[in-house]
């Protein structure tokens, strides 16, 4: 729920609107090929490389279904809650535009692969169910290219073809905040799968919204505006914010929502109006004569279930009740589908799981960010970072040793044992060395002594530092510690 | 006898006896095929020059006409429309694959109705064809380029589509035979669809065993087309035996109607005493929803039609018309004037109903109720076939008509395909062959319809008949 705008209340009275907002999803699928023909399906080719008479959509040619996306297609379904029509259809949905190569799209109309499912996730500290309406597979379009100084529009068919699935939500968001929440959970939960880079700068994962208000306690929904060309989900955020924001001003100026379809300006943060309910298409869906429709077998569906990898919310759940890792950190180890692998990986080596969970949270992220590479491309084995953390623990070397030598392991690959050994990194807890090194930094400065004799405890980490000097930092600090402490007791 | 006069069997026994070559043979269609064009045109283009393929399996090294909407690769294919004006697909379609793997020389591309919407080759953009029995008449179609250029003998055979009767009716006209076969049974990929859920590519041929021998060449499973279907091909000449003993066959009542041409009626009524006296069981029975199959099919295809020539839109082949001044939007302008020069009236025409009958509102009023009617008429030939082996009609109504005579009159050309079209919206196969002439000496058609994927019924009876009679030996004379 949203109150009317600052200002415009007080006009007003009491009157409060409710915010209604339904998604709609596109997600690419990253399949070997493309979802009707046997062209590559690669994103950042030259122009019109990836292409053939069936995806040019050239006269004659014929689509035949790549099975895969149906498989990928079942897999999002499923992983949304999803009831699978194993009824596998598909239709035309007819319209004219230059990137759209034979007048058609092939989608899925009454049939789609997926319905009536949901979604739920942590938002604003409770969880939150959105309804899925439906998930169906249908063909991307190409891309157009305007090219100014040529004067004339361009068209790269490469994308023409690309699967994808397109995940329509109910209406049931009701701030910006949720509409920014589900699209987080429902990209975590969809990266889960593996089948799409879900990365919306390169428009893998593209989202649509339309957006309504209605005072509060009203069922009907009201009239709704479709929001398009957000780019980010802080845009799709702002952009609903903003129209939110819009309508409300509208209502209670006396003015009526229309029916439209809005692109979103990102940079100047408004939107502009792109066609009206007049201008809408009549897409004349009918059956797709060129595919034949078919039955899946329930064993079909059934081994696609079998298949599908543990999902976040469940991953998160057993992660905190198996290791007695708290929300927050399992929360960070979720957020990746390996990272999550690899902190089981190294639990299975050693059981200092809390431990396991702060190197991985802080030191190997600390990695993966300043290289910009996922984790798959992290040379990194489990069974280093568990003997790294294992020597750390048993005072083999130093904690800040173990994170100094962090990034030399995943360059070199060399094992733990023998960075230490190479680069003669072993804490020195020999007591007869520690002590000698103590009597020379204690006769060296006997003003520091007086002082600590005088009651100025703290001045005994110059002693710490000094002895770490002259041991190359490899001195175990806790062990000095408890030297000096011993002898300055003792008088 | 001349070698344009004989069939493909009688040539490929000439040449294997030795005593005439492919080069020669090739040669004298050429010469043929050019020398009547100017007659007939039933060549949109002919090949400069008899091209030999690598022959990869069964060689049957001739001349074959191929209909216009059949894609070979870097030569023109325009469906007779202006609006394919240049286009060369990049690929060939998988008949022409099959025909060229089969040592196959293509010796044209055969004129047809635009895009295939027509019953007399008279709405192609480039010009009518004119049928060899009498140069007034129209050859039937839309394969009628291909029915007249086996007629003509300016091919040996020819690969026609048939969507309501487009190989069958063009092939009764013309006095030869053509087949449609099962829907799934030969490949669509290349042909440039017109009714996608009704097309069917087949042979048009001087007799059946010519049309077995075509068959076995092109029919087959392929994996680029999902309508087609994988199921073994048999040799189809194996079925080529005057045998029809105790075969049932069927007359629909339906099919024998008022204002049928009397001498159509009669050779067709012949051919079942024929038939009987080679001891076939005949029984009239029903083909109760025969009357609403024109309205279900002008239905389904024109749906399919509207929405299979959206892509002619002049963005990435053919005509672009790009005009003057801009009007609604460079886009928009430029798709009008595409669609508006590059589509003749019957284009048009159709465009617009299939376009209307899937529209919002109208959608199940039109397009939902005609594909129950046509599962009602699919029920039909099951019934039917289950106390028959084959049905039996004529394939048209009239025989050849006049050209320009019904081509102001959409309805009554319509019609012509009434008997034709219940065998595409079911997907059976049909085949029609000459069964005697009318008073103008004009070639009737009768046809003969098969349970799904049994084409070798059809070819023993169409066989049987054919040796009893004589028919098909009648040649026009140019």
Redesign the interface.
């Known amino acids: 729920m949203v109150s009317a705008p600052g200002g415009l209340m007080s006009q007003t009275g009491n009157m409060d609107f409710e915010t209604v907002i339904g998604l709609e999803v596109h997600l690419q699928l990253k399949t070997q090929t493309k979802i009707f023909c046997g062209c590559r399906n690669v994103f950042g080719s030259e122009a019109n490389a990836n292409v053939c ?1 069936v995806c ?10 790549n099975r895969q996306v149906l498989l990928d297609g079942i897999k999002v379904g499923l992983a949304l809650n999803c009831d699978i029509n194993r009824f596998v259809k598909f239709d ?1 949905k ?1 319209y ?1 535009y ?1 990137d759209l ?4 799209q092939i989608s899925q109309y009454d049939f789609p692969i997926a319905k009536k499912g949901w979604l739920e996730f942590p938002c604003e500290g409770r969880s939150k169910r959105v309804g899925i309406t439906r998930a169906h597979l249908e063909e991307d379009a190409g891309k157009l290219i305007h090219d100014d100084r040529l004067n004339c529009t361009l ?1 790269d068919y490469n994308r023409t073809g690309t699967p994808l699935v397109e995940i329509v939500s109910e209406p049931d968001m009701h701030s910006p905040q949720e509409a920014y929440d589900y699209l987080t959970a429902l990209k975590l939960t969809l990266s889960y799968l593996n089948v799409s880079d879900c990365d919306m700068e390169k428009g893998s994962l593209r989202c649509d919204a339309n957006v309504s208000i209605r005072p509060v306690g009203q069922t009907k929904l009201g009239t709704k505006a479709e929001l398009k060309n957000m780019n980010s989900f802080s845009a799709v955020k702002r952009a609903v914010e903003h129209e939110v924001e819009r309508q409300t001003r509208l209502v209670l100026s006396g003015g009526q929502v229309v029916q439209e379809t809005l692109l979103w300006d990102d940079a100047q943060s408004i939107t502009v109006p792109m066609r009206s309910k007049e201008d809408a298409h ?1 897409y ?3 059956p797709e ?4 429709p078919f039955t899946l077998t329930a064993a079909e569906v059934e081994s696609v279930q079998i298949g599908l990898p543990e999902l976040p919310s469940a991953k998160l759940g057993r992660i905190r009740q198996s290791y007695g890792i708290n929300e927050y950190d399992a929360t960070i180890l979720i957020q990746d589908r390996s990272l999550a692998d690899f902190f089981e990986d190294c639990a299975r080596l050693y059981s200092d799981y809390k431990n396991i969970c702060n190197w991985i949270n802080v030191a190997v992220l600390k990695e993966i960010r300043s290289r910009k590479v996922g984790l798959a491309d992290l040379p990194l084995k489990p069974e280093t970072l568990a003997a790294l953390i294992q020597r750390v623990d048993d005072g083999t070397i130093s904690n800040l040793v173990g994170k100094d030598i962090l990034s030399g392991l995943v360059d070199s690959g060399k094992s733990v044992d023998t960075v230490i050994a190479e680069q003669g990194l072993a804490q020195i807890s020999d007591d007869a060395a520690l002590e000698k090194v103590l009597d020379e930094v204690i006769a060296a400065n006997p003003k520091t002594v007086a002082e600590v004799k005088a009651g100025k405890t703290a001045a005994m980490g110059f002693f710490v530092g000094q002895a770490m000097k002259k041991m190359q930092g490899k001195a175990n600090p806790k062990k000095l510690n408890e030297m000096l402490t011993r002898r300055f007791q003792n008088g | 006898m001349s070698i344009p006069a004989l069939s493909a069997h009688e040539l490929m026994a000439l040449m294997n006896a030795g005593k005439a070559s492919k080069e020669e043979i090739a040669a004298a269609y050429f010469e043929r095929a050019r020398g009547l064009n100017s007659k007939t045109h039933a060549f949109l283009r002919l090949e400069a020059a008899p091209e030999f393929p690598a022959a990869t399996s069964v060689t049957l090294p001739l001349p074959i006409a191929m209909k216009d ?3 070979v690769k870097n030569r023109l ?1 325009t ?1 007779a429309s202006k609006i ?1 004006d240049g ?1 060369r ?3 060939d ?1 998988c008949v022409v694959e099959k025909i060229k793997a089969s040592g196959g020389v293509i010796i044209g591309s055969a004129n047809m109705d635009e895009f295939a919407f027509g019953s007399s080759t008279e709405t192609s953009s480039y010009g009518i064809t004119r049928n060899p029995w009498d140069l007034e008449r129209v050859p039937g179609g839309s394969s009628g380029g291909s029915a007249t250029a086996v007629a003509a003998g300016q091919a040996v055979w020819a690969l026609g589509s048939d969507t309501g009767g487009s190989i069958r009716q063009p092939a009764a006209f013309c006095g030869i035979v053509g087949m449609k076969p099962t829907y799934g049974r030969v490949s ?6 017109f ?3 009704l097309d069917q590519i087949g042979p048009l041929t001087q007799d059946v065993t010519d049309c077995a021998m075509l068959l076995n060449i092109i029919a087959g499973y392929d ?5 087609s279907v994988d199921k073994p091909v048999p040799d189809y000449t194996q079925a080529l035996v005057r045998d029809v003993k105790g075969l049932r066959i069927g007359i629909p009542k339906e099919y024998f109607i008022d204002g049928m041409q009397p001498a159509v009626e009669k050779s067709v009524r012949e051919a079942i005493e024929v038939l009987k006296k080679q001891g076939a069981v005949v029984k009239e029975l029903s083909l109760p929803h025969t009357e609403y199959a024109v309205a279900t099919y002008y239905i389904v295809a024109t ?2 039609a ?2 299979n ?5 002049g ?3 053919g005509l672009r018309v790009v005009p003057d001044k801009t009007r609604k939007s460079p ?1 928009v302008d430029m ?1 009008e004037a595409t669609r508006e020069q590059g589509f003749g009236d019957e284009a048009k025409r159709r465009i617009m109903l299939g ?1 209307y009958v ?3 509102g109208y ?1 199940d009023a039109y ?1 939902l109720r005609a594909q129950k009617v046509r599962t009602l008429i699919k029920r039909d030939f099951e019934q039917a076939f289950g106390e028959v082996d084959v049905i039996l009609s004529p394939t048209a109504p009239t025989t050849a008509f006049k050209v320009g005579e019904k081509l102001a009159d959409p309805l009554a050309m319509y019609l012509s395909d009434i008997f034709t079209i219940p065998a595409n919206l079911a997907g059976i196969p049909a085949l029609s062959l000459p069964c005697g002439f009318d008073d103008n000496h004009l070639p009737v058609g009768l046809q003969l319809m098969a349970r799904p994927f049994d084409e070798e019924t059809l070819l023993r009876v169409a066989f049987s008949y054919e040796q009893a009679t004589a028919w098909y030996l009648r040649r026009a004379v140019l």
Do not use: M, W
Request: with cysteine; aromatic share 16%.
């Open positions: 008479p040019l959509g050239l006269p004659g040619s014929l689509p035949v279904l035309r007819n004219y230059p190569p034979k007048g058609y068209v009549d004349r869906y009918f004569p060129d595919l034949v | 909407n059949i894609c294919t469906c394919l286009f697909p990049p690929y379609a669509r990929y290349g042909l440039i669809a009714g996608s859920s994996r680029r087309d999902s309508t749906a399919e509207s929405s020539l959206a892509r002619f839109d963005v990435q082949y886009l798709y376009t899937l529209s919002s959608y397009y």
